[in-house]
């Protein structure tokens, strides 16, 4: 027995040449044959359908919450089998799952974390104060469009994409928020900031934007700028105003090349 | 009649019926314009109203809508359906789509009571108007951004109709009253009314969703798994099965992490390995994924795989707040794998790492001044240019902190258009009286100027910022010219201040609760830090109690004459090989480098 493992074992070095390293192996999908159940999911998958079991006997069965390294080996041949951790004692899931019960993506949070009734009543307010400006800013807005004759107008297009993006972008007039992009995406689409009926004389437009590099890297996230540029206009009295704004970026990230266009056009 | 105080008059009145339960009866806004255009400050239009000019009205404000600009298109509609004139054509569909598209862009700026009192407008024309399932969809949607659905409900409960309600109608009704169940405790009744939900419903994967979470939570695990298996995989393989919009894939990640947590909770973990795989990458939902499926692996005794999820996760997210979780389970696993040195060291650059911050954490919560600076860069998280902060990076925080803080945005923004609004109420205070004699507030103008350039000295320290505010709201008070005090549009002037006033003691109270959440998040850091901390402890002495008995073992296994399995093989082959020769130990069939792309 002794000379047949030796044979075996001579047949098989001088099978592969002791000098060569083993040529890896080809990377490749791996298959559901594999020994290891580690690369690839199962082949059928164990999600019951509607004809699973009847639910009734299924869900009779208490889970259980094994602790973890609870089977430990005892060979005495093999190394000696590492003590059960003590370490986190494994979470129950349920508990975990009622975590995302509001996440069902019709509201903005879970409703386990909104029971708190001062931040309830705190929303309520913010609503009803909300609504109250709103209103108040309506009321200015209707009378504005009595009260001047000069109107205004602005358009921003940006041309810098797909290179770089706009992340976010604000146009304020005299510091007044009167256009925001909010959460939507600033594409190469023209962005219209609805006329106004405006005070004639000297204004400041402002326009924010935070421009994002528009391709995926590792550091893609850190780069970028927010610029901000204010514009001092006339608006004639009696005549409709109308802002171009044109923006543009030629550098190659982390270099920069900003380029901003304004072009101001009066109507009769 | 003075027609500002008139117009005061009814919105003081018609506020507590915006609020109850009914629409009210009488607009405020009607009364108004018809004031204003009586007493000349609008010209009334020349032309007569037409259906053409009611049509082009409502194109224009739809594209105002359509192009960020929701204002504009409430004020436009505002003449058509408060007006008096236009209401001969209150038959016509183009004037229930103004109603509708009030109320949508109303709601869209923020203005939830005013858009419900639209909406209700809408909905009292009859079920069988063609806006009727669009109007009945937004105070849903009202309810739901609002998170007042059981007022919501009882609005919708309460309309009078002749004609039973819509399919759709019904479904959007019956998922409200899920909601409110399901909040309410009422989980039979909850699950009753989501099953109510058909497929046909844009809500039918959210309350499948809710089903199965409700079926878990009464521990009835094979009842959760059917419902949320519906959502990610039909038995029919229908393209057709349900209605889907943007919201289904969010879900159906979550289906997903639901039904691994199910799976591992039935000790399934095989299931849940599948489950948590189904994944996809693009998913915010994959960090959870990964640690959980790398935890039911090492529950299961499949270290390898556990480490391979651990190693993916390490790569993707290596700032994710679960970091300090995931090195020791990794360190758990080179445990259960007899890698004790590996052990130590992975446990070594944990304590390295993590006790400088479980003292930094601690002194935080000691001193509230420390924690304003946290504050400041919590919110600048997401800005460019502002370097990382580790602690920010581990702080769990609540969603309801980045929701309380768009709230402060929003109020800063509609603030910040007070001044503007106030200059209008004096411009026509001074039309009215004859001129404003600006020289009276010179010293507190030049104030004004002086607090605004505090402004962006105070940004990014919420209190600091309330402060300023508040400064500039009592400065903005004193600068107003003393002849626009008093007149007929004094009282909405003063209004719109007061409405300044209370938005800054409301903004003190957002950033309150906001800095409650973080220093909630903070205390929560602190205590994972701590027991993790612990937990190293431990494990860094079952690794040494391990070694110490796999030395034994080895002794004892050498004094009887065996060699350990890899001595054993070695020497024997090396015992074979020539001089020229080198050994080449065995590497096993898992090369682990080369299944990175496992997925």
Known sequence: MKHLTLILASLLIAAAPAHARPKKKPRSTPSSSSSSPLWAPPSTPPAPTAESPSPATADSVTPPTPPPGAAAETEVAKPAPAPPPRALAPKSRAATLAANEGAANDAKDSTAAAANPDLERLRADYDRLRDELFRARSRAQIVEEGLWTSRLSATFRWKGGPSYLVHHASVRLDGADIWDSGDKPVTDDLVTVAERPVKPGAHALTLRIDIRPGKKSKDSDKLGYVSEHTFAIIVPDGKRTRVAIKGDEDGDAPEYEPEIEVELETLK | ?599
């Open chain 2, 1 to 599: 009649m003075i027609p500002a105080a008139l117009f005061l008059l009814l919105a003081q009145q018609a506020d507590a019926p915006a609020s109850a339960s009914a629409p009210a009866k009488s607009d405020p806004v009607s009364q108004y314009l018809t004031d204003l255009e009586q007493s000349g400050v609008l010209a009334a239009p020349a032309a007569a109203p037409s259906l053409p000019q009611l049509k082009e009205t409502l194109h224009a404000a739809e594209d105002d809508l359509v192009t960020g600009n929701p204002e504009a298109a409430t004020t436009r509609l505002f003449r058509v359906v408060e007006s008096p004139r236009w209401s001969s054509f209150s038959y016509a569909p183009e004037y229930e789509a103004a109603e509708f598209t009030i109320g949508r862009a109303l709601a869209r700026s923020g203005a939830y009571d005013s858009a419900k009192r639209y909406l209700l407008r809408v909905l009292g024309h009859g079920a069988k108007h063609p806006y009727f399932t669009a109007a009945y969809r937004m105070i849903v949607d009202v309810a739901l951004e609002t998170r007042e659905q059981a007022t919501c409900l009882a609005l919708l409960e309460g309309i009078k109709l002749e004609d039973p309600l819509p399919r759709d109608s019904e479904n959007e009704r019956a998922y409200l009253r899920g909601k409110v169940a399901y909040e309410k405790g009422d989980l039979p009744g909850a699950a009753a009314a989501f099953g109510e939900v058909d497929r046909q419903s844009r809500f039918h994967a959210s309350a499948l969703y809710f089903r199965g979470l409700i079926a878990a939570r009464q521990q009835r695990f094979a009842m959760a798994r059917r419902n949320l298996c519906e959502i990610v995989e039909q038995a029919d393989k229908d393209r057709f099965s349900f209605f889907i919009d943007g919201r289904y894939y969010a879900i159906k990640d979550l289906a997903y992490l639901a039904l691994g947590r199910i799976a591992h909770e039935q000790g399934k973990y095989d299931d849940a390995y599948y489950f948590y795989f189904r994944v996809p990458e693009d998913s915010e939902r994959l960090p959870d994924a990964l640690f959980e499926a790398a935890w039911s692996m090492f529950q299961k005794g499949e270290y390898e795989a556990a480490g391979a999820f651990i190693e993916e996760f390490d790569r993707l997210f290596p700032k994710s707040p679960l970091g300090p979780d995931v090195m020791l389970l990794h360190a758990m696993i080179d445990l259960k794998s007899c890698q004790f040195e590996k052990v130590r060291t992975t446990l070594d650059q944990l304590v390295k790492t993590y006790v400088p911050i479980e003292a930094e954490v601690a002194a935080l919560i000691k001193d509230p001044s420390r924690r304003a600076v946290l504050y400041r860069r919590l919110l600048s998280r997401s800005e460019i240019g502002h370097p990382t902060d580790r602690i920010v990076e581990l702080l769990k925080i609540d969603s309801r902190f980045y929701r309380y803080f768009s709230y402060l945005v929003a109020l800063d923004r509609e603030v910040g258009q007070l001044p503007e609004n106030v200059a209008v109420w004096d411009e026509m205070t001074a039309k009215s009286t004859g001129g404003s004699k600006g020289a009276d507030a010179t010293e507190a103008v030049r104030l004004v100027q002086e607090i605004r350039e505090l402004q962006p000295m105070a940004a990014g320290d919420p209190e600091m910022e309330n402060r300023v505010g508040l400064l500039l709201h009592d400065a903005r008070r004193a600068a107003r010219p003393v002849s626009t005090r008093g007149g007929p549009f004094a009282d909405e002037a003063t209004q719109a201040l007061v409405l300044g006033g209370d938005a800054q003691r409301l903004r003190a109270r957002l950033v309150a609760a906001t800095t409650a959440i973080a220093e909630a998040a903070l205390v929560d850091l602190d205590n994972r830090l701590r027991h993790m901390l612990v937990q190293a402890r431990l494990t860094h002495i079952d690794a040494v109690i391990g070694k110490k008995k796999k030395l034994e073992i080895e002794i004892a296994n050498l004094r009887e004459g065996r060699y350990p399995a890899e001595m054993f093989a070695q020497l024997q082959l090396e015992g074979l090989m020539g001089d020229d020769e080198e050994y080449w130990p065995f590497e096993g069939e898992h090369w682990s480098d080369e299944y990175d792309n496992y997925k």
